[in-house]
């Protein structure tokens, strides 16, 4: 079928150069660019195919092509033959090919084409611009795709084990409707039951135009309460991780909060929230605010809260030594702990120590006084028992012994025992009771002006690193002890600080 007169627009920019040189580059233009002819049909509707016709024996080399109806493009265009871009298998020839698309609208009109070698890959070539060539051309029909005026589900949010209706209606011309892969009918309902999230997809198809809708039916499973099973413990204010299970759980309305609840001492303290939680772990930090020591700890998982896990708190609590005071006799009693230390009197510098728990003794303990220091006492924390005496065996001159007891365990547990030491004797404990220090002046350093301060590790049963022996001193009886960050021991001695800080584990 004829299809009219075309109109061609050529764009050859001037260049610089002799009259032979521009002579071969407008040959060289013409042999590499396509001449259209017609169009064929030359009216159509929505969806149909055309064809725009091109001169015979002239081939495309290179460069793009361009098809618009009064200024709006063309869908699908290919050139049959050029292998720059492919069409359909069953086409051939050296046409170009376009569909006309729903936004062409009915009536008459320019379909122009532009082959276009500018800003492409044919070097010297795209710098001679493109092509332009103009068809009347009639949109006979402008056909429209479906209308999805709805597609919902009753209920877009279930628990699993129910049920929920999807419902859809479908308007216009339709060749075919489907939900997901199953055709449906244009308007319906449809009763599902999922056992997991899903989302529908419908699909409604006319011609060439087709409409998409999608649903989600979002499905909550019941939530397994959390459990805890053990703890990776922490000093306060450090890493701190609880192991379980249960621990994160997710439901439509997104992801449920995990956080541990730390109680002490019958406080409980605000959630502390692990905004990565896993199925089996979660990571916080300890309260600053807690203390090294007995604690338990819940995990709780959007609503639902886990049985309390019992921990210890570790580290030792932080602030000063207290010091004790040596009892040579009477009865005193060991703050509220029911703890009373008694010295009584025997021949001559001998001295009897007791420790009570009410009427029940817990230890007894002789001794004998000296010049020096000497006496009973029970810790700042009334856990243990300590005697200093002097040392009575022949030919070892003012020389004391330190016995360190816990009264927890039974007087049988020695915590310290020394029974070496120079005059001067002190004894502090920290603020838990956890950890010991002692001063004496060191005779094997040279005696008076010479101080041994030592460290003791009253829960492990050990001794701390501490400062060297041979200390000078002129204020000798000055000393005092911190711990810092529930680990950190320093010392402060004569006036000054004696290195450190020590650490107790």
Not at 291 to 313: C, I
């Amino acid at each position: 079928m004829s299809l009219g007169q075309s109109k061609i627009i050529k764009n050859y920019p001037l260049s610089i150069g002799l009259n032979t040189i521009w002579l071969l580059m407008v040959v060289l233009i013409s042999g590499c660019s396509t001449v259209f002819t017609s169009v064929e049909p030359n009216s159509g509707a929505t969806c149909d195919i055309i064809e725009v016709q091109r001169e015979e024996g002239r081939r495309h080399r290179c460069g793009i092509h361009m098809v618009e109806f009064d200024g709006r493009p063309a869908e699908g265009i290919c050139l049959e033959g050029s292998g720059l871009s492919s069409c359909s298998p069953e086409r051939s020839g050296d046409d170009l090919i376009f569909t006309i698309p729903e936004s062409w609208p009915e009536g008459s009109g320019t379909l122009s084409v532009e082959q276009s070698i500018r800003g492409t890959g044919c070097a010297l070539l795209g710098t001679f611009g493109s092509d332009r060539y103009e068809f009347p051309f009639t949109v006979t029909e402008q056909r429209r795709s479906p209308v999805i005026t709805s597609f919902t589900a009753d209920d877009p949010t279930i628990t699993a084990g129910d049920s929920t209706t999807l419902r859809w209606n479908v308007t216009g011309t339709t060749t075919s409707v489907q939900l997901d892969a199953g055709a449906v009918p244009a308007s319906g309902t449809r009763t599902i039951t999922p056992d997991s999230t899903q989302t529908y997809r419908l699909t409604a198809e006319n011609d060439c135009l087709s409409s998409f809708g999608s649903v989600t039916v979002c499905v909550n499973t019941p939530q397994a309460a959390p459990v805890l099973t053990s703890v990776d413990s922490a000093r306060p204010g450090g890493a701190f991780r609880a192991n379980g299970r249960n621990l994160t759980y997710n439901s439509c309305a997104g992801a449920a909060s995990s956080s541990l609840v730390f109680t002490q001492g019958g406080t409980t303290l605000p959630a502390v929230v692990d905004a990565s939680p896993g199925d089996r772990r979660m990571d916080v930090t300890l309260p600053a605010a807690m203390m090294p020591g007995d604690a338990t700890v819940a995990a709780r998982v959007g609503t639902m809260t886990s049985e309390p896990f019992a921990f210890t708190v570790e580290g030792r609590r932080d602030g000063d030594f207290r010091p004790v005071t040596l009892r040579q006799s009477g009865t005193f009693p060991c703050g509220s702990s029911g703890r009373t230390l008694t010295v009584t009197s025997g021949s001559g510098s001998r001295r009897t120590a007791e420790f009570r728990q009410g009427s029940t003794t817990l230890a007894s303990f002789n001794f004998d006084i000296g010049t020096g220091p000497s006496g009973a006492a029970v810790s700042p924390g009334c856990e243990h028992a300590v005697v200093v005496g002097q040392n009575t065996t022949p030919g070892t001159g003012d020389v004391y012994s330190l016995n360190i007891y816990d009264l927890e365990d039974g007087p049988s547990l020695s915590r310290v025992r020394q029974t070496n030491l120079g005059t001067g004797v002190q004894v502090l404990f920290s603020q838990d009771d956890s950890v010991a220090l002692y001063k004496a002046q060191d005779n094997s350093a040279g005696g008076a002006g010479f101080a041994a301060i030592s460290l003791h590790d009253m829960e492990r049963r050990r001794a701390i690193s501490g400062p060297a022996p041979g200390i000078t001193c002129s204020m000798c009886n000055s000393i005092n002890a911190n711990i810092t960050m529930f680990n950190d021991i320093n010392v402060i001695f004569d006036g000054r600080s004696l290195g450190g800080p020590y650490p107790i584990e």
